[in-house]
């Protein structure tokens, strides 16, 4: 696609599940980042994915997130064991080189968690 | 990383100039200087990008002083539509660990 794509737009789940969220970044960018940003706040920096280095994990929250990158294209964020208070929209953007500072977001994936 | 400060909030009036002015008193030498707009319920926008002097392209212009501390972004004629939150960060172009890392922003309010 012509753009930066996460799907669901929407999940709700229960507490204590865990959800997976995906990141369809622009073909060909090597640099893929996963934020948060919870209602009203900034964007929290979760993981950065720089090429075939390996990935800069130190924004992740607890070990119940985790995140891969397969063959340096699609990315995966997993939540496990759901909290409320990890209710948020999850973006993920793609830079067309590592160290770039200009990225491209998706829309985003509202997480809910009830 | 450098660190940014910029004002929390600006308002203003349709038809006006905006300024948004951030200090990166920190910044390195090989640092870039990047602006981003996010609307509600969107992800945030690549606006523009400077490294000194000034930088303009169709949606706004970027000024940037000789000792680099800080940088201003400059909305002219300011319409409903900008109301958004503006971000600035600084970031070593040339290290590939170098990461995006976004302050609190500006958000700007614009009124009829």
């Known amino acids: 696609g012509a753009g930066v794509s996460q799907s669901p737009s929407n999940k709700v789940t229960e507490k204590g599940k865990d959800v997976e969220l995906r990141c369809d970044p622009i073909?060909?960018?090597?640099?893929l980042y996963w934020y948060r940003q919870s209602l009203g706040q900034g964007l929290e920096f979760l993981i950065y994915f720089q090429g075939n280095s390996a990935p800069d994990k130190s924004g992740l929250p607890s070990d119940r997130f985790s995140a891969e990158r397969t063959g340096g294209s699609v990315s995966t964020l997993t939540i496990q064991r759901t909290q409320q208070e990890d209710s948020a929209v999850y973006l993920c953007a793609s830079s067309s080189r590592t160290g770039n500072t200009e990225a491209f977001f998706g829309q985003g994936t509202r997480l809910t968690v009830v | 990383l450098a660190k940014t400060t910029q004002p929390i909030s600006m308002d203003s009036y349709e038809g006006q100039e905006v300024n948004i002015t951030c200090s990166h008193n920190n910044i390195a030498t090989n640092d870039y200087i990047t602006w981003y707009q996010q609307f509600p319920s969107q992800g945030p926008r690549f606006i523009i990008q400077g490294y000194k002097t000034k930088v303009t392209n169709e949606v706004a212009s970027l000024f940037i002083p000789a000792d680099r501390k800080s940088s201003t972004l400059s909305l002219p004629r300011v319409s409903l539509s900008d109301t958004a939150v503006y971000y600035c960060l600084v970031g070593d172009q040339a290290s590939s660990a170098s990461k995006i890392i976004f302050g609190s922003g500006t958000r700007l309010s614009i009124r009829p």
């Open positions: 073909s060909g960018h090597t640099a």
